[in-house]
């Protein structure tokens, strides 16, 4: 079998998508998702002026050695851009091995180790009663576990908390922050939500890198008392040795890592134990391949998996999350904020969320297609993800 086509396919269904469909001289194709928030048309590029000349021709079965051939090949290694171009290929041709097979991909990553993917959602609220009202319409959805994110007292707009995008999404939103306010109201958030709905509630809760390791420390140690499932990107872990401080001060459990893209990200982080739970995603992270061997190397640690999985992971990024989800033994958790209807049109899906839970479905392979008319109809939009400046205008990590 060798590949003879390969497209890159840019769609805004409601937000940006860039897929990768791989075809093959038996017409048997497969789908990778390369969707980088923000940054989509350099992935774009990068793919098409860069990957898919050199994957013309070559044999899909060989999975790992276009994978390794795409990584050292470039010789300019790790990086966003790099990393989901290659993700996209790496799943794209695990999807179409999974189909020859007549398989769904998980049973190729060695069968299911569950029935079925437990999901955390979103809730977000500018002040408790808000707050409460996301929580329960999240109830009812039946997540049987959430997110929680609030606005912060004196400040407008919080990270988590939805508002709209600048008119033509040309430029950022521009959000506001201050860290002692939100160290000193997060506690209390927490401790009504508790009041509300009691001990049982799984919680989980995502500072997006904004603190250092020494507030990280004081905000994990100060919501010990409510039981977190985890705190989230607590600090910029790109130092790495940052979080021995922030892990010696506190028994909240750390989840980091959907910015990351490679296991490089993670020696120290996994090495030392100094988090409980991976974020990385396979569209960010080079694809199923690399992610499985993270998680295989957090396993020696007690580490579990816990993929990113916001609204723009497309469609075809979270199925082959579920598909890893429900194969590996050290699944945590998995994100799940879900997609429009018409991003549903647009990749029509074996996958099922039902009752909170997600399972792949049975279909050969990812289980994923591309409706590409109605993509076409849905072209690339212009969108930025905001950005964050502390009340004197200094910008700070959004
Ligand atoms: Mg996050």
Known sequence: MKI?????????????FVTLKVETDEGVTGLGDATLNGRELAVVGYLRD???????????????????????????RRGPVTMAAIAAVDVALWDIKAKVAGLPLYQLLGGASRERVRTYGHASGRDIPELFDSIRARLAEGYPAIRVQTGVPGLERVYGVHHGATPDGARPVVEDWDTGAYLRSLPGVFDAVRQEFGPELTLLHDAHHRLTPIQAARLGKDLEPYDLFWLEDC??????????????HTTTPLAIGEVFNTVFDYQTLVGEQLIDYVRSAV????????????????????????????????PVGMAAAIHLDLAIHNFGIQ????????????????????????????????????????????????????????QDGTIHDW
């Open 4 to 16: 003879v086509d390969a497209r890159v396919v840019l769609t805004s269904p409601g937000r940006n």
């Open 50 to 76: 860069h990957v898919v000349p050199l994957l013309l021709g070559t044999d899909p079965y060989r999975i790992e050695d276009t994978w390794q051939a795409l990584y050292r090949g470039a010789y300019w």
């Open 235 to 248: 600090t910029p872990a790109e130092n790495q040795d940052g979080l021995r401080l922030v892990r010696r």
């Open 283 to 314: 569209t960010h992270f080079g694809g199923v391949s690399p992610l499985r061997k993270l998680f295989d190397f957090a396993a020696q640690h007690q580490i579990k998996s816990a993929i990113h999985g916001p609204e723009d992971i497309s």
């Open 335 to 390: 994100e799940y904020a879900g997609h429009t209807p018409l991003t549903h049109e647009v990749f029509p899906h074996a996958y099922t969320f039902t009752d909170g839970y997600l399972h792949p479905g049975e279909a050969p392979g990812l289980g994923i297609e591309l409706d590409e008319e109605l993509a076409s109809a849905h072209p690339y939009e212009p969108a930025y993800l905001p950005i964050n400046r502390l």
